[in-house]
């Protein structure tokens, strides 16, 4: 079963304006950190913006906001006033604890590809 | 602030041949994480080390094998390369025990020709 869903391959914003990508996900544990990545055409994965899942408010960074509905399992990420160096690939991931102590791996979605236009 | 190092950024080879890429994690961290992204696709977990041991493993190849050194550096050591093996390869470096804060590497760019 897919763990991170983003259901948007693709989304344009003009600059200036706010954007949200969706992102949904699926556990059954309790404790799970999720994160969003920023891939520009570079190729560097770009650590954005975390949010905990015991966390009460959503995290922001900057521009950036993450809209985290527990209830609802999701965790989208709102970008504000858009700028053209925002045109990148983002990725919503996933992290669960195991019991040795140590966390596992990021789960990521597919992605959503963003184009800012001037 | 100091940054996961990974070592070469590009590299070429042919089929059949080995690759070498190396991870200098950020220091003090214990937790080394391989991911593989092909062209427009999602990165996908290889392989973990913590306290340089394997901790995770996901789905790497039978070709493939690494280790993470006392140093804490790891190396994804790669055989009989295909051309299904060009991709991004990543490094991520994290804290043992906490669930945020795994901060990715640049990059290696495998060519398979």
Known sequence: AQKITQTQPGMFVQEKEAVTLDCTYDTSDQSYGLFWYKQPSSGEMIFLIYQGSYDEQNATEGRYSLNFQKARKSANLVISASQLGDSAMYFCAMREPISSGSARQLTFGSGTQLTVLP | ?113
Request: with cysteine; proline share 6%; hydrophobic share 30%.
């Open chain 2, 1 to 113: 602030a100091a940054g996961v190092i990974q070592s070469p950024r590009h590299l070429i080879k042919e089929k059949r041949e080995t690759a070498t890429l190396k991870c200098y994690p950020i220091p003090r961290h214990d937790t080394v994480y391989w991911y593989q992204q092909g062209p427009g696709q999602d990165p996908q977990f290889l392989i973990s080390f913590y306290e340089k041991m394997q901790s995770d493993k996901g789905s790497i190849p039978d070709r493939f094998s690494a280790q993470q050194f006392s140093d804490y550096h790891s190396e994804l050591n790669m055989s009989s390369l295909e051309l299904g093996d060009s991709a991004l390869y990543f490094c991520a470096s994290s804290l043992q025990g906490g669930l945020r804060e795994q901060y990715f590497g640049p990059g290696t760019r495998l060519t398979v020709t």
